[in-house]
């Protein structure tokens, strides 16, 4: 099974700080790998699918990059609604393959 | 407006059997692969359950792996997620996800979840 850390498991910022979060695999995933935010009470909501690709309607200040085993998700000027926690996702093109980061708290 | 909303959630005794439910509106239902998803209190997301479009093929995580069933009714927009012999590490707030198009593995619409206790 493919395993995922992210660090830092949370980080203190403020407004118009610029946010990286990074989410490492045990094995390359070939830019198989999502990022969703998570605000206290919610659920996840998808921001970042195939490493790089910005859903409709989410900021254009985040942004994701990588390959191979390292991937980031990077957030260009913390806005007020973005405090929440984010989290990886790899997938390897089968139903079981997914797995989810341990989660990375702004705060 | 594409929507998940689940329900079924609540107290029960370990070993125990519990049905939920996640009913979908705003889509076309029966074309989307769905999901269940878990978060146990203040940790993180586990994947748990996946089911086809047509509910012909069927995945789940080892953890609930011969306790947990899922299914679904396309005619009434629905999903299913059958639980039995509950423990106390199943205690967890269960998401349905749709699964969204294209060639990623991406949750692209979650419903607000349902919460499942399981104690004594």
């Known amino acids: 099974d493919i395993q995922m850390t992210q660090s830092p498991s949370s980080l203190s910022a403020s407004v118009g700080d610029r946010v990286t979060i990074t989410c490492q695999a045990s094995?390359?995933?070939?830019?198989?790998l999502n990022w969703y935010q998570q605000k206290p009470g919610k659920a996840p909501s998808l921001l970042i699918s195939?490493?790089?690709d910005l859903e409709i309607g989410v900021p254009s200040r985040f942004s994701g990059s990588g390959s191979g085993t390292d991937y980031t998700l990077t957030i260009r000027s913390l806005q007020p609604e973005d405090f929440a926690t984010y989290y990886c996702?790899?997938?390897?093109?089968?139903?079981?393959?997914?797995?989810f980061g341990p989660g990375t708290k702004v705060d | 407006e594409e929507e998940l909303v689940e329900s079924g959630g609540r107290l029960i005794q370990p070993g125990r059997s519990l049905r939920l439910s996640c009913a979908a509106s705003?889509?076309?239902?029966?074309?989307?692969?769905m999901n269940w998803v878990r978060q146990a209190p203040g940790k993180g997301l586990e994947w748990i359950s996946y089911?086809?479009?047509?509910?012909?093929?069927?995945y789940y995580a080892d953890s609930v792996k011969g306790r947990f069933t899922v299914s679904r009714d396309n005619a009434k927009n629905s999903l299913y997620l059958q639980m039995n012999n509950l423990r106390a590490d199943d205690t967890a707030l269960y998401y349905c996800?749709?699964?969204?198009?294209?060639?990623?593995?991406?949750?692209?619409?979650w419903g607000q979840g349902t919460m499942v206790t399981v104690s004594s």
């Open positions: 996800a749709r699964r969204g198009v294209g060639a990623s593995i991406a949750f692209d619409i």
């Open positions: 705003g889509f076309t239902f029966n074309i989307y692969e």
């Open positions: 089911i086809s479009s047509n509910g012909n093929n069927v």
């Open positions: 094995q390359d995933i070939t830019k198989s």
């Open positions: 195939a490493a790089s």
């Open positions: 996702q790899q997938y390897d093109h089968n139903p079981l393959g997914v797995t």
